[in-house]
Structures are given as C-alpha cells and as structure tokens.
Nanobody, 121 residues
Framework: QVQLVESGGGLVQPGGSLRLSCAAAGSIFSINDMGWYRQAPGKQRELVAS???????KYADSVKDRFTISRDNAKNTVWMQMNSPKPEDTAVYYCNAVIQPSRWGAFVNYWGQGTQVTVSS
C-alpha cells in the first residue's frame, strides 16, 4: 500500500509564508511527477505546481514567483514553499504523486488526504 502524508497547512496572514510537506510511504519502487493541487469551495480542483523526477518545476500562473516546489527523491518527499500568500490562495491543498509500487507494476496516480490553507488577517 502507498500513502501520501501531508503536513504544514494552517492559517497564515497575507504576505506571510507557509511550507507544505508531503511524504510518500509504503511499497514504492519509483516516483515520477509529484505535485500540489488545490480546491477552493465551489471551485474545481486545479494544479498549483508540479515537479518531475529530474527536478523540473511547473507552476500555475497565479502562483509563479510566489510559490516554490522542490523534492528529495531519496526521501520520497515533496515540499511547496508558499511566500506572499493571498486570500485567494485559501483552499484545501492536495499532494499528488505518480508512483510505481513495484518493478513490474504500472504507474498509479495517488492523492493525499488534503490540508487546509487559510490566508487571512
């Protein structure tokens, strides 16, 4: 079994900073892309940032130059540093990873349980 365990959400003031972490645990042979999605009330889930195994990041236009995604392949962990968050960044943030559980198995899309981020003064 594979689990994505998230941490780091909470309440942050506009202009502050927050760091989200997500560690993949369990039966893991290889991990391709890892990333963060978010879903605000009444809205669809959207990609915030993703990063390839080789370390190439991709960002939504709304968070470019404010959020930074990084990963440690040895620790099966991905982070997202959120600087200068805005009230519109308030959402439940979900970790995502494309994982191959065994050498001969297929890659599977896994999701974390979600962590609430609220940006408010």
């Amino acid at each position: 079994q594979v689990q994505l365990v998230e941490s780091g959400g909470g309440l942050v003031q506009p202009g502050g900073s927050l760091r989200l972490s997500c560690a993949a645990a369990g039966s893991i042979f290889s991990i391709n892309d890892m990333g963060w999605y978010r879903q605000a009330p009444g809205k669809q889930r959207e990609l915030v940032a993703s990063i390839t195994r080789g370390g190439n990041p991709k960002y939504a236009d709304s968070v470019k130059d404010r959020f930074t995604i990084s990963r440690d392949n040895a620790k099966n962990t991905v982070w997202m540093q959120m600087n200068s968050p805005k009230p519109e960044d308030t959402a439940v943030y979900y970790c995502n990873a494309v994982i191959q559980p065994s050498r001969w198995g297929a890659f599977v899309n896994y999701w974390g349980q979600g962590t609430q981020v609220t940006v408010s003064s």
